[in-house]
C-alpha cells in the first residue's frame, strides 16, 4: 500500500462477538488496502476487504467463528455505508502512485501548473520565473525571467498554439505578460506584450475556448476580458466589478463564451456576453467562505443533451457541483460589448456536494477530461480523487458493472435518467422513482476512490490538473501537484 494513501477503522483489542466469541488484539478494515485488480465476483472474500486479524479463539468456538466474524464485518459494512459506501465499493478503491517529481524543482514557492492542451510541456508559475518542464522525461526545458517585476501567479495557454506556443502570465505586480515561443529556438521565449489595467495583484487569467479571449482577475474585485485583434495587439472588451472582494479564479466554458469567476466574497458569478454588453447572467451562492476556484465540466464524452456543470472548491471546506436548471434558452451574442452592470438572467443550482474529507482550506479542483473524475488539493497536503455514480447503483450492487446515471450523463448509455434534486426534493422517500432494473434511484452523486495524505510533505498544495504523460512507454492520464515546497509532481490513479 502507497504510504499516507491509507484509512482505517480499529475495533478494541478484545471485542465480543456475537455468540460470545472474543478476539484478541485488533480487527482492522483497511480501505485503501484493496487491490483494485482482484476482479472477484463470486462471494465475499476477507481478503477483498483488506481484513487484518491476528484472531486468538478457542478451539469449541472455532466452527462458528467465521459466521460470527462475517455478521460483524456486514454491520462494520452497513455502518460505512451509511457514510456514504458500501460493502461492494471497497474492491473497487483506487490508489494515488507517485511517477516522477519534475527536476530540478523551483527554489521558491510553486503556486500553479499548467499543461500544454496538445504538447507534451507543463508551464510552472514561481516566485521569480515561469518553467517550462517536459512530460516525457520530466526534466526542466527553459527558465522564463523577466518580463514581470513580481511573481508569477498564474498562467495559461493559449488554445491552437501547437507550431508556435503562446502563454498568458498573471503577475502579483498587477500586470499580464503574453510570451511566445521562438521558432529558432525551443528553449527561448519572447516576451510579446504586456496588458495593465489591474490596480492589484493578478491572481488568475484564463484563454477562451476559441483562444481569442482572455480573461483577467485580480486582487482589486475587477475581471479584465481582452480580445486579441492582431498579432501582439489586444484591446479590453470589458470590465466587470459586481464582484465584493478578491477574485481568486476565472475559468472559460469549454464550448461557449461563458465566464465563471471565484471571489473571497463566497459567490461564483457567471459572466456572458449579450446583445452590446457584458455582464452577470447568475450568481451561484452557497459557499460560506472564500471561493478558491472553480472548473467546468469537460465536453469530451458528454451526453450533449444534459445541462452544464461547474465545480467550485471553497475555504469552507465544501467541493460543490452547480448546473444550469433545464428549459432555458440561449440567447443570440452580438461581437460589441461595453461595461456594464445587469441582474441574473440565467437560473443555475446546486446539483450536489463531493464527499468532505479536506479539513483545512481547498485551494483547488480538477476535472478529468478522459476518467470524468474529479480531484482536489488544499490546505491539509491531501489529494482526493472523487468519481460520480447513483445512489441506486449503490444499492444494487452496480448490477452488471454500469452505472447507469453516470453512463447516460457521458453520453454511453439511453436507459436511465436520473430525476433532477429539484423534483426529487419534492418527493416522499416511498415515492422516488425506479428504473428499468426496479431499482431505486436518486440523484447522481460522488463517492471518494482515492487519497493520498502528505502528498508534499508538510507543505500545503496549491493546486492541482489532469494532464496526459508518457508513463511506463506509454501515454497515460496523470495528476499534476504543484506545492508551497516549491516541487511539481507527477501521479497516476490505478
Known sequence: MVPGNKRSGKGPKSR???GGIHVQNEISVDVCEVDPGQGREEGLDLSDLGVRSEAS????ETDNFADELMMLLVEESRQYYAKGRSV??????AVIVPVATLTPPCASRAWLSTAHPDLPIVATATANALRIYSLTSFTLLSTITGGHKRSIRSAAWQPGSRKKPVIATGSFDASVGIWSQEEDDKEEWRFAIVLDGCESEVKSVAWSAGGNLLAVCS??????IWEEV????FETVAVLQEHEGDVKCVAWHPEEELLASASYDDDVRLWR??????G????LRGHESTVWAVEWEPIQGRNQDLASRLVSCSDDGTIRVWKKKPGQQRQQQSRLSIIRSTSAEEEWEEEGQLPKQHVRTIYSVAWSKISHRIASVGGDGKIVVYEEHSAGALVDGEANGVDHDVAARNGTDDAVTAPSVADEAHQPEDELTKDSRGIQEESPSWRVVAEYDCAHGVFEINHISWAKAKVDGSEQEVIITTGDDGEVKIWKVS
Open 88 to 93: 461492494q465499493n471497497l474492491r473497487k478503491m
Open 57 to 60: 479463539v478457542a478451539p469449541a
Open 16 to 18: 465480543r462477538l456475537f
Open 280 to 283: 452577470c447572467v447568475s450568481v
Open 273 to 278: 456576453e449579450e446583445v452590446d454588453d457584458w
Open 230 to 233: 492582431g498579432e501582439d495587439d
Open 219 to 224: 486582487r482589486d474585485k475587477s475581471v479584465w
